[in-house]
């Protein structure tokens, strides 16, 4: 298999942000949402306003992992400010790591997460920490294999649908 590469992405890769963000989004969740939910979400969350915003954002940062030139899966981190939740300024959140489900098992997503954990020890950052769905074992292994453990629970909203993310954390040397 040829290299997989890690670029930061700008505002010019808003299209294929949009078009990646919400291809995996919807591969990993549709089967466990309605339609309308999903395609509320999908509109909402991926909208080029808030991408704009979200690209122009000095504490958040998205890289492409890409295969052959072609996109094949995102992460978004955030610091200070910018984390969704706990806005720890010693931390990293992970927000988003979202791989083409064709390309599951083949390292793209551990490949995105040591980006995010270079990341956060090129900022000195004591830790790392992540939501997940709890109806996502494969994420939450995913997680776990990598050192992380469960410290809490919040609720994520999926239209009109609450969910339970557990909240995980990654305290680094």
């Known amino acids: 298999m040829q290299q997989i590469t890690v670029r930061k992405i700008t505002t010019v ?19 466990g949402n309605s339609e309308e939910n999903m395609r509320e979400y999908l509109e909402n969350e991926f909208s080029t306003e808030k991408l704009t915003a979200e690209l122009t ?17 995102y992460l978004k981190v955030n610091v200070g400010q910018s984390q969704t939740e706990i806005k ?8 988003r790591i979202y791989v083409l489900k064709e390309f599951y098992g083949k390292k793209v997503g551990q490949v995105l997460y040591n980006k995010a954990i270079e990341l ?26 990598n050192g992380f453990v469960a410290f809490d629970k919040h609720i994520f909203k999926l239209g009109n649908d609450e969910q339970t993310d557990i909240m995980m954390k990654l305290i680094l040397n």
């Open 57 to 73: 954002d000095q504490n958040a940062e998205f890289y492409f992992a890409e295969l052959d030139g072609k996109t094949i899966g």
């Open 13 to 31: 890769d808003i299209i294929e942000l949009q078009k990646i963000g919400k291809l995996t989004f919807a591969e990993t969740f549709s089967s």
């Open 88 to 95: 720890d300024k010693n931390a990293l959140e992970i927000e």
């Open 120 to 145: 956060a020890k090129e900022k000195n950052l004591e830790n790392v920490w992540l939501g997940v769905w709890e109806k996502n074992p494969r994420a939450i292994r995913f997680y776990e294999k």
